[in-house]
């Protein structure tokens, strides 16, 4: 039986997209953290979960999205807005794209942006995004 884990039996997505607000922004190639449930955790570790603050990290493919990019800028580049937080939640979707389970994510604010370099030297391929939130919900 699961104790709280909110993501423990869920099934596998198909894709995962990021919506800010009410719109969705972004598809991302893949989102992880304790209470999303693609992260490792240990044993001993009580995961985060419904209800709990916490932190996700988010891979970002090569079509980003301007809303969510401009976001990131303000917060951790230009810092105009620290930190400007938002209603984040991070869809799973099956593959005919039926959404699967919705992590909603209270006051999220960016921690961390950083640019991963594609091997072949061809440029950034992917950026990895902290996101820290103050409680989350899930639905679906």
Excluded at 20 to 46: C, H, K, M
Excluded at 51 to 64: H, L, N, Q, S, Y
């Amino acid at each position: 039986m699961s104790h709280g884990d909110a993501a423990a039996d869920a099934p596998l997505p198909s894709a995962v997209s990021i919506e800010l607000g009410a719109f969705q922004v972004e598809t991302v190639r893949s989102v992880t953290g304790p209470a999303i449930g693609a992260a490792s955790s240990g044993a001993d570790r009580q995961p985060d979960g419904p209800g709990r603050a916490g932190e996700i990290t988010i891979v970002r493919g090569p079509d980003k999205s301007t809303a969510f990019t401009d976001w990131l800028t303000r917060c951790l580049v230009d810092r105009t807005e620290v930190p400007a937080r938002q209603a984040v939640t991070v869809v799973h979707y099956a593959a005919d794209r039926t959404p699967l389970r919705r992590f909603h994510l209270a006051n999220a604010f960016p921690t961390s942006w950083e640019t991963l370099e594609d091997e072949a030297g061809n440029g950034p391929a992917e950026e990895s995004v902290t996101l820290e939130y103050e409680e989350l919900t899930v639905s679906g």
